[in-house]
Each structure stands twice: as structure tokens, then as C-alpha cells.
């Protein structure tokens, strides 16, 4: 369920917990992925605890965790700062945020799964946010309708959603999960790695 359904103050309770409600370990597909773009500026979507950000952090990335859970960046800063790197936070709704233009190098949607509408807004803004040879990587869970108008559309609506960038890797598939307390078990996702062209 994407943090848009339940909105910021069930997300801050939920990552008022100690423990990190998906792990401190980054999501494996953006491990994967991460390596094949050219290192610069990195935009984290609905970045919740700093797990994905943090991992780009140390890789190299200049990267910027946007949540709108406040709680959820506190606790990306304090995973920043134990793995003794830097970043920026912007506290934001997906609803009332935009994508500047040719001002990322990549942009991560790690199961941010907004509103269909929204969804649709935000990626189309990619082609003109990312710089030349950026890159978008994104995974996210599967319903079994494929509608546009849907939350949890799959890898071809998605594909779609993200054009004019180039899609060279794709797939939908039942994987199993080992993300935390939340994220645990066999789910179909969709992922994707496309580029600006």
C-alpha cells in the first residue's frame, strides 16, 4: 500500500519504530541497476527511511531523499549519518511536486506507487527533468489489472507512463521479498531501468 492511500501521519507513526520497517539494507534491483548510470545528481521518490538513498550516498550519487513523512527522513539523516554521508531532504507530497527541468541524472521510484493520476504526472515530467544520458530506475508491486487508471498498474502501463525515455531493462514477475517487516514474502512486481535519449 503506497503512502499516498493512508497519508503522512499513518506513515510517521508507522516509522516512529526503532527498527527500520523495510530494512536498512537498499532494495536489490536498484542495487543492480544503480551501477549502470552515470554517477551525478539522484532524486529518491517517496524515499521514506533513506535505505535506496543512502546506498546511492555511498556510492557516489549527489542525492535528494523526498518524503512526506518527516519521521521517515529523520530516520534516512540518522542512516546518512552512520554510514557517514550527506544528502538533501525535501518533505513533499508526490501531489504537489515537480520535477525541474534537466536537473537530475537519476530519478528512483522504489515502490512509491502514487495515485494513478499522479503517477502519470510525475513520469511524464521525467523526459524533461533528467539531463542527457539520466537514467530512471523503478520497481514497484503489481495488481492484476494492467489499467493506467489504476495504482498498481504493470510493466507495460508503466513503460508507457515513462516515454519519451528508452527502456532498456523490463520485467514483471512473482519474486520473493526480504525487505524489512512489510515487505516479506512472494510478490509480483514490476521493474524497470530506462534511459533519456
Request: with cysteine; charged share 25%.
Amino acid at each position: 500500500m503506497s503512502k499516498e492511500v493512508k497519508g503522512a501521519a499513518y506513515w510517521d507513526q508507522r516509522f516512529k519504530a526503532p527498527a527500520y520497517a523495510y530494512g536498512e539494507a537498499p532494495n536489490d534491483f536498484l542495487v543492480w541497476a544503480a551501477p549502470q548510470v552515470k554517477l551525478g545528481k539522484a532524486l529518491s521518490l517517496c524515499e521514506g527511511e533513506g535505505r535506496n538513498a543512502v546506498h546511492l550516498a555511498k556510492m557516489g550519487f549527489e542525492v535528494t531523499a523526498v518524503d512526506f513523512s518527516s519521521v521517515g527522513l529523520l530516520k534516512a539523516k540518522a542512516l546518512a549519518d552512520l554510514h557517514k554521508v550527506s544528502m538533501h531532504y525535501i518533505v513533499s507530497d508526490l501531489k504537489d511536486f515537480q520535477l525541474e527541468d534537466n536537473a537530475w541524472d537519476l530519478v528512483v521510484s522504489v515502490f512509491a506507487q502514487p495515485e494513478a493520476l499522479v503517477r502519470q504526472r510525475i513520469y511524464a515530467q521525467l523526459g524533461q527533468s533528467l539531463k542527457p544520458a539520466g537514467a530512471f530506475i523503478l520497481e514497484s508491486k503489481v495488481s492484476d489489472d494492467d489499467s493506467s487508471a489504476k495504482r498498481y498498474p504493470g510493466v507495460t502501463t508503466l513503460c508507457k507512463d515513462i516515454l519519451p525515455l528508452r527502456v532498456a531493462f523490463s520485467k514483471q514477475a512473482e519474486r520473493e521479498l526480504q525487505e524489512g517487516s512489510y515487505h516479506v514474502g512472494m510478490h509480483t512486481t514490476a521493474q524497470i531501468l530506462a534511459f533519456k535519449i
